[in-house]
């Protein structure tokens, strides 16, 4: 996610931002794709604790939480500088997804 934002920041803020301005079903669409990227993730780390047990279960919340990181550096227009915030950004996605 941070390599797609970082190699196109006008892209980033369409498909991140950009919605939110463009009335209701704009809105609808990007929350539902949202909702889609979370569910994946909490569906992808079902798959990883098959191997990896002592993951913790990810809630659906924490799973938008974390999509919704990924917004912040886009909004504040760190978009093209947003790999100099890859490090943090990791770190507050794996926090936020291995608590418990």
């Known amino acids: 996610m941070v390599r797609f934002i ?3 920041e006008h892209r ?3 498909l991140l931002l950009e919605p939110l301005a463009a009335g209701p079903a704009a809105t609808a669409a990007m929350m539902a794709t949202h909702r889609m990227a979370a569910r994946l993730y909490v569906e992808g780390r079902e798959i990883a604790r098959e191997q990896w ?3 913790p279960p990810v809630s659906i919340t924490r799973a938008q ?3 919704g ?3 912040e550096p886009v909004q504040e227009g760190h978009a093209g500088n947003v ?3 890859e490090d ?3 770190r507050t996605v794996t926090a936020m997804a291995l608590a418990r």
């Open 6 to 8: 970082a190699e196109d």
């Open 12 to 14: 980033a803020r369409l």
């Open 53 to 55: 047990p002592e993951y």
């Open 65 to 67: 939480s974390i999509v």
């Open 69 to 71: 990181a990924f917004k």
């Open 83 to 85: 790999m100099d915030l």
């Open 88 to 90: 943090d950004l990791v």
